[in-house]
């Protein structure tokens, strides 16, 4: 079994990392600074691409956003709603329907709906990022501690 390898990571950056939608970036967790950084996916420079191959216990490729677990995120969202006519209109902005308008245009004229998914959405992120960390060797206690008090 690994050891936990304790390393001040910046909470915020890692979960841009992780949320970023950029397909043209690559982020990279220094497993030995805590430092995350990106690099152009299309950067050629080879001899970059093989040192972060002969170092790759060290630099970890953080995964990228996953645009089918968003769907399914809204999907298992929008069939939990009672209202019939706010799930219709979701549905159709979800499948593109016209007239249709953007998930967050239409949410934004019901608060409360609004507040539970981006509720749903960050439980999912927390629960992915602490995975990855404890895939990772990363996890800790104090991780633990302070991902239950921003929830």
Avoid: C
Wanted: charged fraction near 35%; proline fraction near 3%; charge should be negative.
């Amino acid at each position: 079994m690994a050891f936990v390898h304790n390393v001040e990571i910046v909470w915020d950056d890692l979960l841009d990392a992780f949320t970023s939608g950029q397909g043209d970036r690559v982020y990279f967790l220094d497993r030995m600074t805590g430092e995350i950084f990106f690099v152009p996916s299309a950067l050629e420079d080879e001899e970059f691409w093989r040192q972060l191959e002969r170092n790759r216990e060290r630099f970890l490729e953080i995964p990228r956003f996953d645009y089918g677990v968003e769907r399914q995120i809204m999907s298992g969202f929008i069939g939990a709603i009672e209202d019939k006519g706010l799930k219709r209109l979701l549905d159709g902005s979800l499948v593109g329907k016209k007239p249709y308008g953007k998930l967050n245009d239409i949410l934004s004229f019901f608060p409360e709906e609004n507040e539970r998914l981006l509720e749903i959405k960050d439980e999912f992120l927390t629960s992915r990022v602490k995975h990855w960390l404890e895939e990772n060797n990363l996890f800790t206690v104090e991780m633990e501690e302070m991902l239950v008090s921003r929830i």
